[in-house]
């Protein structure tokens, strides 16, 4: 039931953000619980590495005193990579053009992790 539910979340958002390459949801422990990617991405390894990403975030912002970490957002030259916390146990991960409105993508990004957070 909650498989359904979180594949209908991510099928609906999917098709609502056209500038949205790829969306994932992601345990806290690393493991791929729901996806829309393109067929060339290896799901485990984005899985593997969402969650490498948060623990160092997490670390860091332990170490330097800056509370739970909510998301993290890497702008590259090719396109953005945006990890936010979906509850305590997920995070979603969503990859975007570089043409994408990187601020209506982060409200898209936190509505889907709110979605997420009460599915799971």
């Not at 498989?3 to 999917?14: G, I, Q, R, S, Y």
């Amino acid at each position: 039931m909650r498989t359904k539910l979180l594949n209908d979340v991510l099928e609906n958002f999917w098709h609502g953000e056209s500038q949205t390459e790829a969306v994932a949801v992601v345990s806290s422990d690393g493991l791929l619980m729901g996806s829309r990617l393109p067929d060339t991405f290896d799901e485990d390894r984005l899985a593997a590495i969402s969650s490498a990403i948060l623990s160092l975030a997490g670390r860091a912002a332990n170490e330097f005193r800056r509370g739970r970490i909510e998301q993290v957002i890497l702008i590259g030259e090719l396109g953005n990579f945006l990890v936010c916390r979906a509850g305590n146990d997920a995070v979603v991960v969503t990859m975007t053009t570089t043409e994408a409105r990187l601020g209506m993508v982060l409200h898209e990004c936190r509505y889907l992790a709110a979605e997420i957070a009460q599915v799971l």
